[in-house]
C-alpha cells in the first residue's frame, strides 16, 4: 500500500515567529500528522524539528549538495540535514533547475547524496509552458526520470513529485485529466523499470495545490498526495489539504 504525503515546501519564507503554525497545524490535523513533511529554510530546521517533537510530523529540507562536505560556500550536506533532524530533502525542484542550471544529472547525484545521509527525496520533475504546447510533456517526464532517478530507487527512500512548471505559484491548475495522463505515465514507467516495486513508489502532485482543489486532484488513482507551496504556509491553509488527502 502506497503511503499518503502532504509535504510543505516554504521556500524563502519565514523566520522563527512562523514555527506557531507548525503548532497550530499539528493540533488542525491530529493523526494526519503522520502524513506531513514541512521543508522550511534551513535556517530553521532544528527548531522546526523540535516545534514538531511528538507530534508524528517530520522536518525535512529544500535541497542540499551532493558531495558529503568540502569547499561549498553557502551549500549544505545532506547528512547535515540529518544531522540537524531532518528525514527528507526535495530535490530537482523547477527552482532550483531554472534558477541554478541544475541538470538531471546534478539530481542523479543529489538523490544519492541524501540516501547516503539516510534521508527520504522528494524529487520533482515537470515540463515548461512551452514543452506543453508543443505536445512534449511525456517526453519531458520519461527523460527526466531515466535521467534523474537512480537505479537504486526504492518505494522506501524516493518520492516522486509531479510538477508542470506553468502551474507552480501561478494560480494555474493542470486539469484532473492532464495530472492524471502524466501521473499515470510515471506510473507506468517505475513499473517498467523498477517491476512490482514501481507500483508502491509515492507519486505527489504540485503546482498551486490549495484547499479548494485538493480533493478533486487526490481522485486520481495515481496521486498519493501533494509537494505544497504557498499553502504550506499557514496552517488554516494546508490543514484542509492534509484532511482530504486523508479522505481521498
Avoid at 530533502?89 to 541554478?100: F, K, L, M, P, T
Avoid at 537505479?151 to 507552480?168: F, G, K, Q, R, S
Avoid at 510515471?186 to 504540485?206: C, D, M, N, P, Q
Amino acid at each position: 500500500m502506497r503511503r499518503k504525503l502532504a509535504a510543505g515546501n516554504w521556500k524563502m519564507n519565514g523566520t522563527r515567529d512562523a514555527l506557531a503554525e507548525l503548532t497550530i497545524l499539528a493540533d488542525m490535523i491530529g493523526e494526519g500528522a503522520q502524513d506531513v513533511v514541512i521543508c522550511p529554510p534551513a535556517t530553521l530546521i532544528v527548531p522546526a524539528v523540535e516545534a514538531t517533537s511528538g507530534t508524528g510530523m517530520r522536518i525535512g529540507a529544500q535541497d542540499c549538495h551532493s558531495a558529503p562536505s568540502g569547499a561549498h560556500t553557502g551549500d549544505i550536506a545532506a547528512e547535515m540535514i540529518a544531522d540537524a533532524g531532518g528525514t527528507h530533502v526535495i530535490v530537482g525542484h523547477s527552482e532550483r533547475r531554472a534558477d541554478h542550471g541544475e541538470t538531471d544529472a546534478m539530481v542523479h547525484a543529489k538523490t544519492e547524496a541524501a540516501w547516503a545521509a539516510g534521508l527520504t527525496a522528494i524529487l520533482c520533475i515537470g515540463e515548461s509552458l512551452d514543452q506543453r504546447e508543443a505536445g512534449k510533456t511525456l517526453d519531458v517526464i520519461g527523460a527526466q526520470l531515466a535521467q534523474s532517478v537512480p537505479d537504486a530507487a526504492t518505494p522506501d527512500n524516493l518520492v516522486i513529485a509531479y510538477e508542470p512548471i506553468w502551474a507552480i505559484g501561478t494560480g494555474k491548475v493542470a486539469t484532473l485529466d492532464q495530472i492524471v495522463e502524466v501521473h499515470d505515465f510515471i506510473r507506468e514507467t517505475l513499473v517498467k523499470r523498477f517491476g512490482g516495486a514501481g507500483a508502491a513508489f509515492s507519486l505527489l502532485y504540485g503546482g498551486s495545490v490549495k484547499a479548494a482543489n485538493a480533493a478533486e486532484i487526490f481522485t486520481a488513482e495515481n496521486v498519493d498526495g501533494a509537494l505544497v507551496g504557498g499553502a504550506s504556509l499557514k496552517a488554516a491553509d494546508f490543514a484542509p489539504i492534509v484532511s482530504a488527502l486523508a479522505h481521498a
